[in-house]
């Protein structure tokens, strides 16, 4: 048996103002829109509304449903999930997601497999060792400082730092979860490991994504990647086909 799980990028170009997208606040519901104002800095604005935009979008047309219906929960650490107890259609199959977001880059994955997690980060900043101590075991460390150039480092620190956020994120608790309690991977794109799936992938240059997705039985989970045009997200008429 496989199980799909679906990956969305979009980037934006160029820096965007919160009032270039005014005309889709709407798509927030009562207390989104309370968070979105509460937040002082305009790009934190902006970064929070393409999220919404993102993931709405695409569960909506996922589920055959308008973006402005799709509603979210929070468990006690802060992790989303689609609200299905405030719709009246009948869902058969359940979606869900998981959301991150560095810089310009939003990334989404969409699952039928409830832990779901996904990151992304800026991998073209160099990566500051002195912290891995803190997040990294002794094998995982080993891993990173065994690479004689650089580059190779700061591709096994990022590969390491996003697949622990993953989990992290997965299993719905976040840093509440000690990355110190469980390892990751350091190498291969795609891995299975013991209770997770990870797929590892650069969505465009100086970036570094990882999906963690936990294994359900002899399931095999297979990932697909798409890229959604900024353009298409702002106007409306990205094309799911999922």
């Keep these: 048996m496989r199980k799909k799980v679906e990956v969305f990028w979009v980037h934006a170009d160029e820096e965007l103002q919160s009032a270039v997208l005014s005309e889709h606040i709407d798509i927030l519901d009562s207390e989104e829109r309370k968070t979105y104002e509460r937040y002082l800095v305009d790009c934190k604005k902006v970064e929070f509304l393409i999220g919404r935009l993102l993931v709405k979008g695409l569960v909506g047309q996922k589920l055959g449903l308008s973006p402005k219906q799709i509603r ?61 101590p803190t997040v990294f075991l002794e094998k995982e460390i080993a891993a990173v400082e065994e690479q004689a150039a650089p580059e190779g480092k700061r591709k096994v620190f990022y590969r390491l730092w996003t697949r622990k956020e993953a989990v992290m994120k997965a299993k719905g608790m976040g840093f ?25 992938f650069s969505p465009l240059k100086g970036y570094l994504a ?33």
């Design 210 to 242: 990882s999906v963690a997705v936990a294994r359900e039985g002899s399931a095999q989970i297979t990932y697909e990647v798409s890229r959604i045009e900024m353009a298409e997200l702002l106007t409306g008429t990205v094309s799911y086909s999922g």
């Design 72 to 132: 979210f929960f929070a468990n006690e650490y802060g992790k989303l999930f689609i609200d299905y107890r405030a719709m009246t259609e009948t869902i058969k199959r359940p979606v869900f997601f998981n959301l991150s977001h560095s810089q310009q880059m939003w990334v989404c994955a969409l699952s039928e497999i409830e832990q779901t997690g996904i990151d992304v980060e800026a991998a073209h900043q160099d990566c500051v060792l002195e912290v891995m």
């Design 176 to 200: 509440s979860l000690p990355p110190l309690s469980f390892s990751v991977p350091a190498f291969g794109d795609l891995v299975e490991d013991t209770g997770f799936s990870f797929y590892t």
